[in-house]
């Protein structure tokens, strides 16, 4: 059988999954799925404030002995936002455009994925698909969660596609082949409240604070390295919270982010922050969201680019710029890339998708998909890798 992949964007679109997504998006995959062959594996974990949240795996068997590519991504999209030109959740097609929530990020990629397999023999080898609806926000109970119930499974891929919006400029132009590493880091400097004009009987928090965010912004990390830009700490939030003009406030409080390569770990960059706040008499918490991981230019590369050049005459661009994915996770599986639509659009109000490159993304990835099945001796060691 064949799938449009125009036609099933747009019914992915029509669920209004804001993070975390749920059932019905859900539903409307395992639909397109479970005709193609796929045994559909829907479950919820997790429970509040992160939680509940539902994740879908979905695996076609190829046989015995064959290899396992699996195709990886999420139908949670982030809030719509006010100003849209048409309903965000009604698909709207105009001109050569698709419009909606999760467009690009990243209902295309997933209609493209399976329209790709659509058109794959189930005698090629295994395919599955990890679908997690939780990754735009908290990320606790998503992905993490089905590399649990896969290992619990004794199931495997040798290698790994995540559909991010990676393309810059045009469909084709960059893929991820790894990504740095963040941490969130919440300062709390404590003092004692008191009068201003008695500043001997208070203990004002808000100079030690400012002491320790000047440290910090001096701070050179590292010089970046041969596949990663410079590590950088950037502090997002100050606040005192006190509206009177003749109080030393009792409280300072700021916020934190690192983003690192692959000279750091995330457990030393927090060792270090607290041991420099002590010297303050300040407290540190920290949310380390993933290390930076490298999946290195090899057979794995040479097949995600052989396929965007055959379908676009584009060559990627190896990047690991940008922000964080669950390919963090995933990488603790087998070698993982990204590689999917233009994100121009993404995250932003009228986000919309070039209809003719659904076409091309769902050829490329059935390339990608037909390679990795036949051969790829990657330069990683297949098979479970610690985080």
């Known amino acids: 059988m064949t799938i449009d992949p125009v036609a099933l964007t747009e019914r992915l679109i029509a669920c209004e999954s804001v993070t975390p997504a749920s059932s019905a998006v859900f539903a409307e995959l395992a639909e397109a799925l479970s005709p193609l062959g796929f045994a559909v594996h829907r479950f919820v974990t997790g429970h509040a404030p992160d939680g509940p949240v539902e994740n879908l795996v979905a695996l076609r068997a190829g046989p015995a002995g064959s290899r396992h590519f699996a195709f990886a991504g999420h139908v949670d999209v982030v809030p719509a936002g006010a100003g849209w030109t048409s309903a965000p959740f009604v698909p709207e097609r105009r001109g050569d455009l698709l419009y909606g929530r999760g467009a690009v990020d990243m209902k295309g990629a997933i209609g493209a994925m399976v329209a790709a397999v659509a058109e794959i023999p189930a005698d090629a080898g295994t395919i599955s698909f990890l679908i997690t609806g939780d ?3 908290p990320a606790r109970f998503g992905t993490v969660e089905i590399i649990k119930y896969m290992r619990a499974q004794d199931i495997c891929p040798d290698l790994c596609l995540v559909g991010e919006p990676t393309s810059v400029h045009r469909l084709g132009d960059m893929a991820k082949i790894g990504r740095r590493g963040s941490v969130n880091m919440w300062l709390t400097a404590h003092g004692a409240q008191g009068h201003v004009a008695y500043p001997h009987l208070a203990d004002n928090p808000i100079p030690r604070l400012v002491a320790l965010l000047g440290e910090l912004d001096a701070w050179h990390l590292d010089d970046g390295s041969e596949w990663f830009q410079a590590s950088n700490l950037e502090l997002t939030d100050i606040t005192v919270g006190n509206p009177a003009t003749n109080v030393i406030p009792a409280e300072a409080h700021a916020r934190l982010s690192i983003r690192f390569n692959d000279l750091q770990r995330g457990d030393d960059l927090v060792a270090t922050v607290t041991a420099m706040a002590a010297r303050h008499r300040i407290e540190v918490r920290a949310v380390i969201y993933g290390e930076a991981f490298l999946t290195l230019p090899g057979a794995f590369s040479t097949l995600v680019s052989d396929a965007v050049v055959a379908e676009t ?20 599986l087998c ?19 070039a209809i003719a490159d659904l076409a091309v993304l769902t050829r490329i990835y059935r390339r990608i998909a037909l ?3 036949a051969r790829c001796a990657v330069t990683e060691t297949p098979g479970m890798q610690g985080q």
């Open 371 to 373: 390679a990795a099945l």
């Open 313 to 332: 005459g584009v060559t990627p661009e190896l990047s690991t710029t940008g922000g964080t994915s669950d390919a963090r996770y995933l990488r603790a």
């Open 335 to 353: 070698p993982v890339i990204e590689f999917g639509l233009s994100n121009a659009t993404m995250h932003k109000k009228d986000e919309a998708v």
């Open 135 to 137: 990754e735009e926000g």
